[in-house]
């Protein structure tokens, strides 16, 4: 494939639209494997980049790649790279870490203090055929369906890590409140019940929580006006030990402060931008409340060796490469059920 081309999803610059590109396949150096494209899963954080730029990372002023829930085949081997294997299933951690400052030391590698980049968010990512990425940002799926793995790399591993939060609260048999189950909450809710003895409590809107039901939950709730008191009376009136709050509005936070209980959690991972009051016993006494971003890469190994065993359900809606932009508009429109995926199918569309 020397000096060959290939047409990438790009963002030519900071507030501009994404749009298509050919771009040179690019060759692995030092410590990096090319990746053969099988698997891209779609997010609202795309959509987010192109209408106002990248919130949430630092901005590189230059021209790059969306997708950043990556899997495919590993294709080459830069200089230095002895435990790859050509043809090998990977999914791809969508920051990059430095692995030396003392979160990645401690295995908390989604805080890292130094992230050299993030691939789909300031750096290339995956919405082209080939991605060139780190050999120490790779996780080994085996066997598992590339599609069904993509979702893992963003969305899943993110429910993994909210869940894996708040796990130290949570008492065998105690209650859990998840809210929002789009794709992150219905991940959330089967991780809660393959990890924890509680029962679990879904919020949302009414025409998501049939959704909710078929995904573990044992109860649903409607979030109006009188959902706080539906859940404290759920509870027996204590409250509940965990909320994880997936939309991240003032309604949202208020919600999760009226209903946990005194020491408690309260873990916010929606980007909606709405504050918690705080104040002396409100929220209760005791409760802690923490937001967590993204997954560690142990993390996404554990949560892919669970995916390869079956034990929960990952929804997804799948597009053809070439078609992404029809795949973003439904995304933009709520049509898309679960995570909306594209695949590479190995036929150079449109090269
Ligand atoms: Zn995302
Ligand atoms: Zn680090």
């Not at 009414?206 to 759920?234: P, Q």
């Amino acid at each position: 494939m020397a000096d060959e081309t290939m047409p990438a999803y790009r963002i030519p610059s900071i507030h501009s639209s994404a749009q298509w590109s050919r771009v040179p396949v690019p060759k692995p150096s030092s410590g990096e494997v090319l990746i053969r494209m099988a698997a891209a899963g779609l997010c609202h954080t795309d959509l987010e980049i192109m209408d106002k730029g990248a919130q949430f990372v630092p901005h590189k002023d230059r021209p790059y790649t969306l997708g950043h829930e990556n899997v495919g085949y590993v294709a080459a081997l830069g200089p230095g790279v002895t435990d790859a294997v050509v043809g090998e299933a990977v999914a791809v951690n969508s920051g990059m870490t430095c692995g030396t400052c003392e979160y990645c030391l401690a295995g908390q590698d989604n805080y890292c203090e130094n992230p050299p980049g993030f691939y789909g968010l300031s750096d290339d990512g995956g919405l082209a055929p080939y991605l060139l990425a780190r050999r120490r940002d790779l996780v080994s799926i085996g066997d598992l369906d590339p599609i069904q793995a993509a979702p893992l790399a963003d969305a899943g591993g993110t429910a993994y890590g909210a869940v894996n939060a708040v796990l130290p609260y949570i008492r065998p048999n105690g209650f859990v409140v998840v809210i929002g189950i789009g794709g992150l909450g219905s991940f959330a809710l089967q991780l809660l019940r393959l990890n924890t003895s509680a029962t679990v409590i879904a919020v949302d809107l009414a025409d998501k929580l049939s959704h909710a039901s078929g995904r573990g939950a044992h109860h649903t709730v409607t979030s109006d006006a009188s959902a706080a008191a539906t859940i404290k009376e759920l509870t027996g009136g204590h409250g509940v030990d965990a909320i994880i709050d997936f939309v991240g509005i003032d309604a949202t936070l208020r919600l999760a402060t009226d209903v946990v209980r005194p020491t408690g959690c309260i873990n916010l991972v929606g980007t909606g931008g709405g504050t918690l009051p705080f104040r002396f016993q409100n929220p209760p006494l005791g409760v802690h409340v923490v937001a967590t971003a993204s997954y560690s890469m142990r993390e996404l190994q554990d949560l892919v060796r669970l995916a390869q065993r079956g034990l929960f359900t990952i929804d997804v809606t799948t597009y053809a490469f070439q078609d992404l932009e029809q795949a973003y508009r439904d995304l933009r429109d709520g049509r898309i059920v679960g995570r909306a995926v594209v695949t590479f199918d190995g036929d150079r569309p449109g090269w």
